[in-house]
């Protein structure tokens, strides 16, 4: 880091904060701080979306994942635009007509107010734990690679979005999130192109595509049925949409995006924009690991990227037996590089059975180098089990910190940071708008001022970012935290999506059998989990169906067919 990093990653981040901080002033009313004024343009949702899903990790394990197993896992992201128009004609009218801040204000409309609360409560928890995750994965994978202090970066991050975030609210998290996308797209397409310069001479774009494929990094569609496959069409696209129905339907951190629309056209519009664009924006991203790799076959890349899990061996026992595993990287890699160099130069003269030989040497080469990587981790997992042996995250800050020019070091940092404080921001502006909106208003203080309700989230956002903050700084304390929010997430989201598609799809299910078919199912879940039944991931499937089924068992037991359920009273 020289002093122009310093200069163009301070400068993006404090006009950031500024920018938020002077477009927002004046933001006393619950419709300006909490709805985000109501007068957002489709674009201006669109981008907030975006911003909010794409975090930090986003930007530093997806182009590592991309690096390792290839483009494939953009199958992940194919069933979104299936489910954006299910929002846009089911969801979003009905949260539009009943003039809601929260996407839970709806479920009291349809059920009641302990059904309202409990699917908040809900949200409250997994949501606030992943607030802190976003401050504090990115802080640790930064805080390894550049020696930074891990809780001073926490506390910057944190205080950086708790500035403007209490300031504006949803408008100012609104408003800088189409800066931040901004900074984000330009470092990404900047690295790309430096990328493609930084390659041999005689090895063109099409060469590394060339090079890439004969890797396997370029399979991108899979139309097997295997389960063992993580990423396949059918996953993308039947459990892909599962997935982005609940996220961007039911999790306030991204209805509240699109509810500061000043219509239904432009929240649709906004999220037909997102579901444009987030494939081709994640295959991007993707691309730019691949070329990464494509990098690392003309240059020497490291044994293990992560550089504390490197050092801790190095200075353990084993760094005999290490070293001479690097020794034997250096001897594959320049094997591969000779291989490369042939392979992308002759391509356009090479017959079928030369182009066969390159990519089965290829191959061969690849095979050797895992191989090698993987009794590398096992020796680093051997120094100490606490010691992070996967290095997806710290492919490509180790990139950026080793070969992009001064300032762009910078600028490839504010990216990173960008995406922390955009995801972290609408964690938090969600958080204090559900409890404010939910708890606060609906259960504690009713008949209050808008400046009350506006103040009382000020507060509410102030003690959400204190806590993940907190979180973040003492999350080091867990094993494998990442996996530890997916299970919680699990555990509840399931059952938080199951209660949505009963209130939009079946009209006759009341409040009563709802509540308590979500309180059996929440209960039954957890011991599902507790006694380790299935796999976490498919307690999101088995909350929303247990709690469907059980609703409506429990509706046939106790509602009386001479009474409309709310749905069909309030004609909803």
């Known amino acids: 880091m020289q002093l122009i990093d310093w200069i163009i990653l301070i400068g993006t981040l404090a006009f950031i904060v500024i920018y938020g901080v002077y477009k927002t002033r004046g933001s006393h009313s619950v419709k300006d701080y909490i709805g985000g004024g109501k007068d957002s343009k489709w674009w201006t949702i669109g981008l907030s979306v975006m911003a909010t899903q794409a975090s930090a990790i986003t930007f530093l394990s997806t182009p590592g994942q991309a690096y390792h197993d290839g483009m494939g896992f953009v199958q992940f992201y194919f069933g979104l635009p299936i489910a954006m128009v299910v929002i846009c004609m089911v969801f979003i009218p009905i949260y539009h007509k009943l003039k809601v801040y929260t996407a839970y204000e709806f479920l009291e409309s349809r059920f009641d107010l302990k059904t309202r609360t409990l699917t908040a409560l809900l949200f409250l928890i997994q949501r606030g ?77 099409s060469n590394a595509l060339d090079i890439a494929g004969a890797s396997g990094k370029l399979d991108i569609l899979d139309f097997s049925f295997d389960l063992d496959n993580r990423y396949t069409v059918w996953s993308g696209v039947i459990g892909g949409s599962f997935l982005a129905l609940s996220y961007f339907g039911t999790d306030q951190s991204q209805v509240q995006r699109y509810l500061t629309g000043r219509s239904v056209r432009e929240m649709q519009l906004g999220l037909i924009f997102n579901g444009i664009l987030k494939v081709p924006m994640q295959f991007f991203i993707l691309l730019v690991g691949v070329m990464v790799f494509v990098f690392y076959q003309f240059n020497l890349a490291p044994l293990n990227f992560n550089p504390a899990a490197q050092k801790a061996v190095l200075e353990s026992e084993y760094a005999g037996e290490y070293q001479e595993l690097m020794l034997k ?59 992070e042996t996967n290095d997806k995250d710290y492919v490509f800050i180790h990139f950026i910190l080793n070969n992009l020019p001064r300032g762009l070091i910078g600028l490839l940092l504010a990216v990173i940071l960008s995406a922390a404080m955009s995801s972290t921001a609408s964690e938090l502006n969600a958080l204090a708008s559900t409890t404010t909106i939910d708890l606060y208003k609906r259960n504690v203080s009713k008949e209050k001022s808008d400046e009350h309700y506006v103040k009382m989230s000020k507060w509410f956002t102030l003690g959400w970012g204190l806590l993940a903050i907190l979180f973040a700084s003492f999350a080091s304390l867990f094993d494998n935290l990442i996996q530890l929010v997916n299970i919680i997430g699990s555990i509840f989201y399931g059952n938080v999506l199951g209660i949505f598609l009963l209130a939009f799809f079946i009209k006759h299910v009341n409040s009563n059998a709802v509540f308590i078919a979500a309180l059996i199912t929440q209960a039954l879940v957890l011991l599902i989990y507790h006694l380790e ?34 749905y069909e009273n309030k004609n909803i």
Not at 140 to 164: D, E, H, M, Q
Not at 178 to 189: E, L, P, T
Not at 338 to 353: K, Q, V
Request: with cysteine; glycine share 4%.
């Open 533 to 566: 039944v299935l796999p976490y991931l498919w307690l999101n499937l088995v909350g929303c169906a247990l709690v469907m089924i059980l609703a409506l068992i429990l509706q046939s037991m106790i509602y009386s067919p001479d009474k409309k359920s709310n």
């Open 129 to 205: 734990l992943s607030a802190g995750i976003t401050i504090f994965a990115p802080a640790i994978i930064l805080s390894a690679v550049l020696g930074w202090n891990l809780t001073t970066l926490n506390i910057i991050i944190g205080v950086l979005v708790i500035i403007y975030t209490v300031s504006g609210g949803t408008k100012a998290v609104n408003v800088t999130q189409k800066q931040q996308m901004a900074v984000i797209f330009a470092g990404m397409f900047a690295a790309f192109f430096l990328i493609i310069q930084y390659l041999p001479a005689d090895i063109s774009f």
């Open 329 to 387: 990287n250096e001897e594959i890699q320049e094997k591969r590089k000779e291989t490369s160099i042939r392979f992308g130069s002759d391509m356009e003269t090479a017959s079928s059975e030369e182009i066969t030989q390159y990519k089965t040497e290829l191959s061969a080469l690849n095979s050797l180098e895992e191989a090698n990587r993987e009794e590398a981790k096992t020796l680093i997992s051997s120094v100490s089990e606490d010691l």
